[in-house]
């Protein structure tokens, strides 16, 4: 049973558009998510943690959870071109985390 | 900023070849990692290491496999006899604390190529 899904894209966009990448998980009693943002040839990057149900919001970003449908979602508001990335949400497992398998996301000028 | 440093960002070497790995922590953090991503794959958990031993490992991390932290700032990843299949790019990452009080810091990757 994979513990975190996420569709590989790659998700192509123009600039300025509202980005939704998204994860699902199979445990419900997991709380604690991230999302990592990877660029090409890089190590992955912290952009939010979000704890439990609800919204969390950091500039451009939002991140959200749903526990009942065991969804994450990241919202990118006015995508740019720099934010083509492949994108991670992982959760931690016991004293290490777990990634999804990533979103390849390009935003076109 | 702080941040994790890895060494070589690159290595070539030949199937059976002894590689070892090299990463500078950053420098209050106390759980160190190493991750592996094979080319267009997800990034996978080898080993955990806190307190100067292992904390976790996966099935990835076999006999083959060896950590070790030779003094108070370098935290090195060995591949006894390395296999074509362990071609992909090794993660170092660090944290100051695991699970929901860590966020993990990771290095730039080492490259490992082996023909």
């Known amino acids: 049973q994979k513990e975190v899904e996420q569709d590989p894209g790659p998700l192509s966009v123009p600039e300025g558009a509202i980005v939704s990448l998204n994860c699902t998980y199979s445990?419900?009693?997991?709380?604690?998510f991230m999302w990592y943002r990877q660029y090409s040839r890089k190590g992955p990057e912290l952009l939010m943690y979000?704890?439990?149900?609800g919204n969390k919001e950091d500039g451009r970003f939002t991140a959200q959870v749903d526990k009942s449908s065991k969804y994450i979602s990241l919202f990118i508001r006015d995508s740019q071109p720099s934010d083509s990335a492949t994108y991670l949400c992982?959760?931690?497992?016991?004293?290490?985390?777990?990634f999804g398998p990533g979103t390849r996301l390009s935003v076109l000028p | 900023e702080p941040e994790v440093t890895q060494t070589p960002s690159h290595q070539v070497t030949q199937m059976g070849q002894e590689v070892i790995l090299r990463c500078v922590p950053i420098?209050?953090?106390?759980?160190f990692y190493w991750y592996r991503q094979i080319l267009g794959q997800k990034v996978e958990f080898l080993v955990s290491?806190?307190?100067?031993?292992?904390?976790?490992k996966s099935e990835i991390f076999d006999d083959q496999f060896s950590v070790e932290r030779p003094d108070g700032s370098n935290f090195t990843l060995k591949i006894r006899s390395t296999k074509l299949e362990d071609s992909a790019m090794y993660f170092c990452?660090?944290?100051?604390?695991?699970?929901?009080?860590?966020?993990?810091?990771f290095g730039e990757g080492s490259r490992l190529t082996v023909l």
């Open positions: 990452a660090s944290s100051e604390g695991t699970g929901n009080t860590g966020e993990l810091f």
């Open positions: 992982a959760r931690p497992k016991g004293q290490n985390f777990v």
């Open positions: 979000t704890y439990s149900s």
């Open positions: 445990n419900s009693a997991f709380q604690y």
């Open positions: 420098s209050n953090h106390l759980y």
């Open positions: 290491f806190y307190n100067n031993e292992i904390s976790e």
